[in-house]
């Protein structure tokens, strides 16, 4: 079992950052994958980034050049770097867990909204 815990949302005016953070309560060198997702109110859950493999990186092509998804495995933590944020990016962001053998499990989101 996986407990994801989210923090680092907020309000941004369009063109700012904000930092994610997923912490996890376990190595997350036992973890196959951990991802970033999203849900705009009134869309389906997204895909934000992914990294799988401690190296594979993958990105939706409407966060790519301005989101990084990266790791510091000795907090268990996945972090998401959001720059130049826009309107669209408002949504609420989710972390991913996915293990080789068992389910997937979800932390409880956090809110980023971009508004000026």
């Known amino acids: 079992q996986v407990q994801l815990v989210e923090s680092g949302g907020g309000l941004v005016q369009p063109g700012g950052s904000l930092r994610l953070s997923c912490v996890a309560s376990r190595s997350i060198f036992s973890i196959y994958a951990m991802g970033w997702y999203r849900q705009a109110p009134g869309k389906q859950r997204e895909l934000v980034a992914l990294?799988?493999?401690?190296?594979?990186?993958n990105y939706a092509d409407s966060v790519k050049g301005r989101f990084t998804i990266s790791t510091d495995n000795a907090k268990n933590t996945v972090y998401l770097q959001m720059n130049s944020l826009k309107p669209e990016d408002t949504a609420v962001y989710y972390c991913k867990a996915s293990l080789v053998f068992g389910p997937d499990y979800w932390g409880q989101g956090t809110q980023v909204t971009v508004s000026s």
């Open positions: 990294i799988s493999s401690g190296s594979s990186i």
